[in-house]
């Protein structure tokens, strides 16, 4: 490894400039998750359809995911961000435009294929990082995400509030964030492939070793997905809760993620990867069945607050042992976000196909169900989530991180 790379500050600054990725990726989901319920109803679409159109979201993540790996390797990860970042930002703007189903549908076919992709590299990148430092960093960065979440999620609030048009709020919005996309990426590690080393195959499946880890992810994700997606029209829906009321609690989830996850680092090495997912399971649990036994706008509040701080950590140390667990990070990470992904897919029909049928209560004893499956299966992360990992040699061709 070269003394560039060995240098505290250069890496440090990597780390900086990756979670500043995370932010901005972060900021996009947390500004269109509060208007959901504007989105819906510009749409003229009932819950059933706004699920079915909600599911395309990760069904276009699932699609383009396995394509990263190979746009990295031909790019370098470098460009490859820059230009997956911009996309992502500026389709925030497609949703709200859509006038019926078929529009949303697409809008989010191609908001969920650029979010799903950038997704990829950008945690291919935190996992290097993560070798070049010797510790555990992952479950910082996607705390980091989460604080960008947050962030977009109280703009997202306070249009709510004023009543402003969707529309208006996502184009401001997608011009802000894919200006500060661009700059961050400058100074991100542009990793490129060793001379000799062979490229991933175009459409990359998932390798055995992601599928039982992505088992774990598929049951956080399902109830992440939910949350951020249904939480404010289970507010307004069920529980008479204002607009603003209803948006102020995706961001209240969004909050407790962000804590956890910045925190996560030091209580997974503290207490291990297992012992915290199973842990964390309990508590999502927990706040599922607060959210189903609801008799208060406060009580579901607190039950998703409870559901996002048991999930926090659990996607990051499955991408940290996929990342882990081969000598190709971005081809196992694609597989276990594939996985995951396609958690993401199913929720949103699911709970509007079981709402439409029944309720959004029983949607959300669904989700308390998948919940309980963390702390079952938490067994497949042991030894995932850990400092101190080996160097790989596309970690130590990771030249100086500024442009």
Not at 197 to 214: C, D, Q, T
Not at 388 to 400: L, Y
Request: glycine content about 12%.
């Amino acid at each position: 490894m070269s003394d560039v790379v060995q240098a505290p500050s250069a890496v440090r600054r990597a780390r900086y400039a990756v979670a500043a990725v995370f932010t901005v990726h972060g900021a996009v989901t947390g500004s269109f998750a509060t208007r959901v319920p504007w989105i819906q109803d510009h749409a003229g679409v009932s819950a059933g359809r706004l699920g079915f159109a909600l599911a395309f979201t990760a069904f276009g993540a699932s699609c383009a995911m396995p394509l990263a790996g190979r746009f990295a390797h031909s790019l370098g990860t470098r460009t490859a961000l820059s230009l997956l970042i911009s996309l992502w930002t500026l389709s925030l703007a497609l949703p709200s435009l859509a006038p019926n189903l078929l529009t949303l549908c697409l809008a989010m076919f191609a908001y969920g294929a650029t979010s799903g992709m950038a997704d990829v590299v950008m945690n291919a990148l935190g996992v290097e990082v993560e070798r070049l430092l010797g510790k555990s960093i992952m479950s910082g960065l996607h705390g980091m995400w989460s604080v960008g979440a947050l962030i977009g999620s109280a703009g997202g609030t306070l249009a709510a509030h004023l009543g402003a048009d969707a529309r208006v709020h996502h184009a401001l919005a997608a011009a802000v964030l894919t200006s500060l996309g661009l700059l961050v990426c400058r100074w991100v590690p542009d990793v490129r492939p060793q001379e000799d080393e062979e490229p991933p195959p175009r459409f990359a499946p998932p390798p055995r070793s992601a599928l039982l880890i992505g088992a774990v992810g598929f049951c956080a994700v399902f109830a992440e997905g939910a949350s951020l997606d249904w939480s404010a029209v289970y507010l307004r829906d069920q529980l008479e809760a204002s607009a603003a009321l209803a948006a102020a609690c995706t961001t209240g989830f969004m909050l407790t993620m962000a804590v956890a996850r910045l925190a996560g680092d030091a209580v997974v090495n503290r207490f291990g990867a297992v012992r915290t997912v199973r842990a964390g399971g309990v508590l999502a649990a927990l706040g599922g069945l607060l959210i189903v036994c609801a008799w208060h706008p406060a009580a579901a509040m607190a039950g998703f607050g409870l559901m996002g701080l048991g999930i926090a950590v659990v996607v990051p140390l499955c991408f940290a042992a996929a990342g882990h667990s081969g000598p190709n990070p971005s081809q196992a990470i694609a597989g276990v976000a594939t996985i995951t992904y396609t958690s993401g897919l199913i929720a949103p029909s699911l709970i509007g196909g079981v709402a439409q049928a029944t309720s959004l209560v029983v949607s959300f004893g669904v989700v308390t169900l998948l919940a309980c499956g963390l702390a079952v299966f938490a067994g497949v992360l042991r030894g995932g989530a850990r400092g101190g990992a080996k160097v790989s040699p596309r970690a130590a061709a990771v030249p100086d991180p500024r442009p």
